[in-house]
């Protein structure tokens, strides 16, 4: 099946929303960006792998800070990039990424707001995936090695901050339908059969033009 | 396709949810519960199917008045059917007959809690249906015959009317992706293809087992 869909996903920690995504660009024969994005962003901007990596989906701490610094500036003026503070330089860096790379063609993208970057363009399929409790439990501490005694906790921390990224470059709602076109709780399926129920999604979404 | 699978349906108002769910049943052959409900209801409670049709999808309206009439009982003791506001007894009567409709096979249900109901039954998908904000205007002003200068405000109290009725009988939350197997936009694919990917995934699930 040959597509002209961008499909992004969001994807709760421990949900096998990576390796769905990945699956999903390899069998529609797409490119997949995931960490990938990073590397690119900071290679554009110039600036260190490394301290990117540091500050990737994590909101900028402190609005207040950034005020009280002058780091933004409001009305027509437009904000230097210099000034900002280094997760915002992340996400105007790799928005303008995702946006070159749905430019350029069909592909997968995971995470990064990448929904809300596209809201725009009417090629999208924007999906969100969650999974069980127990199910994510399970898979970080056996894909992950997350320390059984930690794993509830790790699952709560690692939701929240994707929640408060999305939430604050979006002002949109991390996990709320109106933001993506189907939801699918993958250990309800199956890694394969998500796999299936989103390329069958695609196929659908082209149709319905 | 033959299925083993009861499908749960959950939907905002003019998402079409009602016409995919009944459109599924047609296409698995198995029966459709809806409205219906209400009429088997009454009948087996031996009330008038006009009062329940008054009741349906509407939470009981003050919790405190019922207990202030002494219709709730607490604890070990089971409150009598009897004493309980009609919009309790219609809840009851309903999820019992979504109960044995369930025991009895394949089948597809509309709205009245029915993946709440049915939470512990492991043959069941439950899929929530919403749908862009101007597709549903869209529809019920040209299905529904509702007034144009209406449209927006009748969304509103609709989605309402169901989210109570839903939050207050269950606990949980409705819309909520914890509660459903799948949720899709079917503004964005369209009813045909809507309903296409519901047997996908009934078919997926089927699989996963």
Redesign the interface.
Known sequence: MSTKTIITIARQYGSGGREIGEKVAKRLGIPFYNKDLITLAAKQSGMSPEIFEKADEKATNSLLYSLMMGNYTFGSQITPMDNLPINDKLFLAQSQIIREAAEKGPCVIVGRCADYVLRENKNC?HV?I?ADHFARMDRIIKKYDVDPAKAADTLVKQDKQRANYYNFYSNQKW?S??N??????SS???IE??I??IC??VE??E??R
């Open positions: 399929l969100f969650y996990g339908p109106e993506y076109h189907l939801m699918l709780e309800a399926f199956g059969n998500s299936d129920l069958k999604a659908m979404k149709n319905a």
